[in-house]
C-alpha cells in the first residue's frame, strides 16, 4: 500500500439541570443566538445536488420516515437484504427490543440470525461486481507531495494480508485487537481485517496518552496492538511508537500483558531503525504482511456479534467501552451515509474525522465503503502548509462531499476567504458538519464562502451510542435553518421530555430522548450491562436518554442545546469532567479540582479548571504548567485544560457538594447571574473567586 461509580448514586435518577435556564453556559448562548438569527435557506436552490439525491421533497421523506416508525422490522429487513450480502439470509422477524428498566433487562436485536460479514460487504462484493480497479482511498499525506492510490482490490488483498498475519499470531473470533494509529490507509485497513475475521477491534485515538491507551487495553483485553512507529502533523513529529509502548508497560505492571505488536513504519516520520522494538513482542508491518497470502477466509458472524468497542466518556467514572453489532451497525451506517451526503457509488468523499472516533468508524472506515465511495484518507492537519490546505485537497481530488467539525470551520473562518476562494471548488455538491452544535455565523461561512451558496449543509446529530445519524437534514430535501439538525433520519423516534419524564408535545424544551430502538443503537457497555441500563435508561424508563438538550419549533425542526450533564466537547472531542478532575487530582500537590466547561471562539467549549492546593502549597504559575501537563498525561493533549483557576476555597453546599452553577457562571463572566447563593456553606469564596480570575 502506498505511502464508576454509578449504580447507588446515580446522577441521572434526577436530571439535575432544567432545561434552558441551567444549560451550561458555553452552549446555551450559542444556540440562543442561532433562535435569533435563523432563517430559511430554500432547498429549491440546489440543483446539482438534487440530481443526485436519494429523497427529492420532503413529501418523500414523510412517506418513507412513517412506514420506517411504523414498521421498523420490515423496513430495515428490506433495506439489508436488497443492499448487503447475507450469507444466511434474514429471518422475517429478526427485531426485538426493551428500551424500559421496569420490564426487565434492556435489550436490543436486529437481524438476529442472519449472517454476514461487513468487510466482505466493504470490499470483496463490489470486487466480485467488477469495481476492483475503483480507487478505495486516495492518501494526502502531512505534507503536500506525499501521497498515493489503492483500489479496492489492492483494499482487499492487504486487507486478507493482515486477517493471515492475525490468525497466525492466534487471533480468533471474538477476540479483541487494540489500534493505535495516525490516519494511514492502514488504519482502516487493520479495522476491516479485524472484521474479516471477527475480531473485535478497539480503536485507541492517536492523541490519547500512554495511561488513556493502557486503561483501554486491559479493559477490552486486547492481546495485540496494531500501531504505528512515528506520524508528523503539520510541523510535528510524534512519536507514536513510545507512547505505544509506555502503555504496554503500565497495562503490564497491572498484570496484563500485549503478546503482539504489528507495527507500521511510516518513513515520512521516522526511520525503522530509529525505531524501539521490543524482541519477541514487536514487528513491523512492513515485514511481516507482505509475506501473507492475499486471500483469507471470510468468518461469517451471526448480526448480533460484536463488530467493535470504542471508548467514550460520560458524566462520571473511567470511560465507557460502548459496544456495538455487526448487522445494524452495518446497515445503518451505509443507509445514513447515503442518504444524508447523497451519495451514489464512485463518488468522491472527505471526511476529515480521524478513525479514533466514531465519525471515523461509521463515515470513514465503513459507510463509504459500503457505498463503493473513493475517499481521501487524510494524514495532516487543515491548517498546514496553510490555511488553503483543505480546498485544495478538494481541487485536487474533486471532492463531492466534505464532512467536518465546526471547530475546524470556525478556526479557518478566521483565517480570511482567500485561502479558500485561491482553490476550485466546484466539485463539490453536499457539505456535512459533526460533533457539536454548529453557530450560524460558521454555518452562513461554510456555505456561502466554501460552498459558494450551492451546497446544502447537512448538520448531523449523533453520538458513539447511536453509531450513525439520528437527526440530520437530507440534501436538498427540505429547507434548512442555520444551527439546527431539523427532522429525524429514518427509524428515529426523537421525544422531548421534561424533568418527569413526561413527553412534551409541539414547541418545546427539554431532554432529547429517543422512544424505539434503530438498528445500531449501542447494545451494552463492555462488561458492565448496569452501567449500561443506569447510564442510558434509568433517568426516563422506556427511553434511551442521550445526555442532550434539545428543543423543538414550530416545523417541527430539532435545535440541541448541549449536553446537560457533565460532558464537555472541545473541538468536537468529547471529555468527562470527571476524568479531567481526577488527572489533575492526581498531581501530588492537587487536593481538589472542579471542571467546567466555557464558550471557546473556536473549540465551542474550553476546559476550565478550578484547582485547590494542599495546605501550604503556594500558588504559581510552574504549578499551573504542571497540572495541565497531569492531564496530558493522563488524557492527552486535546484534553488539556485552556484556564486554571485558583481556588483556595470551592462553592460548596453544606452537605460538601461543589456548586457547579456557581462555577460556570464565574467561568462565563456572568456572576450578576449567579442565582441564589445563600445555600453555600461559606458564600464568601464566591468574592474570592471572582478576585483570583484571571489571576
Ligand atoms: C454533540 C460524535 C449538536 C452532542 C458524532 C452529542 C452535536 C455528542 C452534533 C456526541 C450536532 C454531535 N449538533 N451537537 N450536529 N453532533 N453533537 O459521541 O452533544 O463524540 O451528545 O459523537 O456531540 O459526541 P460523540
Not at 32 to 49: F, G, L, P, S
Not at 471 to 492: C, D, R, Y
Not at 667 to 691: I, K, N, R, W, Y
Request: net charge negative.
Amino acid at each position: 500500500v502506498v505511502p464508576a461509580r454509578h449504580a447507588a448514586a446515580n446522577p441521572l435518577r434526577q436530571p439535575r439541570l432544567a432545561p434552558r435556564s441551567a444549560a451550561p453556559a458555553g452552549r446555551r448562548s450559542l444556540v440562543t443566538k442561532a433562535v435569533k438569527v435563523a432563517d430559511h435557506t430554500e432547498a429549491r436552490q440546489y440543483i446539482d445536488t438534487r440530481h443526485h439525491a436519494h429523497i427529492h421533497n420532503h413529501r418523500e421523506y414523510e412517506e418513507m420516515y412513517k412506514r420506517s416508525i411504523e414498521d421498523p422490522n420490515d423496513f430495515w429487513r428490506e433495506i439489508a437484504m436488497s443492499n448487503f450480502h447475507w450469507e444466511t439470509p434474514i429471518p422475517e422477524q429478526h427485531h426485538s427490543h426493551n428500551f424500559d428498566v421496569k420490564k426487565g433487562p434492556i435489550s436490543t436485536e436486529w437481524f438476529k440470525g442472519g449472517r454476514t460479514n461487513i468487510a466482505y460487504n466493504c470490499l470483496d462484493r463490489h470486487v466480485k461486481e467488477g469495481h476492483g480497479a475503483q480507487p478505495c482511498f486516495l492518501f494526502e499525506g502531512n505534507d503536500p507531495g506525499r501521497d498515493g492510490v489503492v483500489t479496492y482490490e489492492e483494499v482487499l488483498k492487504e486487507v486478507c494480508r493482515v486477517s493471515n498475519w492475525l490468525w497466525s499470531v492466534g487471533v480468533k473470533k471474538g477476540d479483541s485487537v487494540a489500534i493505535y494509529m495516525p490516519m494511514v490507509c492502514e488504519l482502516p485497513i487493520a479495522m476491516l481485517a479485524c472484521a474479516r475475521i471477527g475480531a473485535v477491534h478497539s480503536v485507541v485515538f492517536g492523541g490519547f496518552s500512554s495511561d488513556a491507551l493502557a486503561s483501554r487495553i486491559e479493559d477490552c483485553k486486547a492481546r495485540v496492538l496494531i500501531t504505528c512507529n512515528a506520524v508528523k502533523r503539520g510541523t510535528k513529529s510524534i512519536v507514536l511508537k513510545k507512547i505505544a509502548d509506555q502503555g504496554c508497560d503500565i497495562a503490564k505492571q497491572q498484570g496484563f500483558t500485549v503478546e503482539h505488536c504489528l507495527v507500521y513504519a511510516n518513513e515520512d516520520a521516522t526511520s525503522k531503525e530509529a525505531t524501539n522494538m521490543v524482541a519477541g513482542r514487536d514487528i513491523f508491518w512492513q515485514d511481516a504482511i507482505p509475506k501473507q497470502a492475499d486471500e483469507a477466509e471470510v468468518e461469517w458472524m451471526d448480526s448480533e456479534d460484536t463488530l467493535f468497542f470504542l471508548y467514550t466518556s460520560g458524566s462520571t467514572g473511567k470511560p465507557k467501552g460502548v459496544v456495538h453489532t455487526t448487522g445494524g451497525f452495518m446497515v445503518y451506517a451505509a443507509t445514513t451515509c447515503k442518504y444524508t451526503f447523497a451519495m451514489q457509488p464512485g463518488d468522491v468523499y472527505w471526511c476529515t474525522a480521524d478513525c479514533g472516533w466514531i465519525t471515523g468508524h461509521s463515515y470513514l472506515a465503513y459507510g463509504p465503503l459500503l457505498n463503493r465511495a473513493t475517499q481521501v484518507v487524510f494524514e495532516g492537519v487543515p491548517t498546514h502548509p496553510d490555511a488553503g490546505r483543505c480546498w485544495q485537497v478538494v481541487e485536487k481530488y474533486q471532492v463531492k462531499q466534505f464532512y467536518t467539525a465546526p471547530t475546524a470551520i470556525r478556526s479557518l473562518m478566521r483565517s480570511g476567504e482567500e485561502w479558500v476562494r485561491k482553490h476550485d471548488r466546484s466539485s463539490l455538491r453536499v457539505l456535512g458538519s459533526v460533533g457539536e452544535p454548529i453557530n450560524p455565523e460558521a454555518w452562513r461561512w461554510y456555505h456561502e464562502v466554501v460552498g459558494e451558496g450551492r451546497c446544502p449543509i447537512v448538520d448531523t446529530w449523533w453520538q458513539t451510542e447511536t453509531a450513525g445519524h439520528m437527526i440530520t437534514n437530507l440534501p436538498a430535501a427540505w429547507p434548512e435553518k442555520p444551527g439546527s439538525a431539523s427532522l429525524p433520519f429514518f427509524g428515529v423516534k426523537p421525544v422531548i421530555v421534561d424533568e418527569k419524564g413526561n413527553e412534551l408535545e409541539g414547541e418545546c424544551e427539554g431532554y432529547l430522548c429517543i422512544k424505539q430502538s434503530w438498528p445500531s443503537n449501542i447494545r451494552t457497555v463492555y462488561g458492565d450491562h448496569e452501567r449500561y441500563e443506569t447510564t442510558y435508561f434509568a433517568a426516563f424508563p422506556g427511553y434511551y436518554f442521550s445526555g442532550d438538550g434539545a428543543r423543538r419549533d414550530k416545523d417541527g425542526y430539532y435545535w440541541i442545546t448541549g449536553r446537560v450533564d457533565d460532558v464537555i466537547n472541545v473541538s468536537g472531542h468529547r471529555i468527562g469532567t470527571a476524568e479531567v478532575e481526577s488527572a489533575l487530582v492526581a498531581h501530588p500537590q492537587c487536593a481538589e479540582a472542579a471542571v467546567v466547561g466555557y464558550e471557546h471562539p473556536v473549540k465551542g467549549q474550553g476546559i476550565w479548571a478550578y484547582v485547590t492546593l494542599l495546605e501550604g502549597v503556594e500558588y504559581d504559575d510552574k504549578l499551573k504548567k504542571e497540572l495541565v501537563m497531569s492531564v496530558r498525561e493522563q488524557i492527552g493533549a486535546f484534553a488539556a485544560p485552556d484556564v486554571i483557576h485558583w481556588a483556595p476555597g470551592m462553592p460548596k453546599t453544606r452537605s460538601g457538594k461543589i456548586m457547579r452553577r456557581v462555577l460556570r457562571k464565574i467561568a462565563a463572566f456572568e456572576e450578576d447571574q449567579l442565582g441564589d447563593t445563600s445555600t453555600l456553606a461559606d458564600p464568601g469564596v464566591v468574592q474570592q473567586l471572582l478576585e483570583l480570575r484571571g489571576k
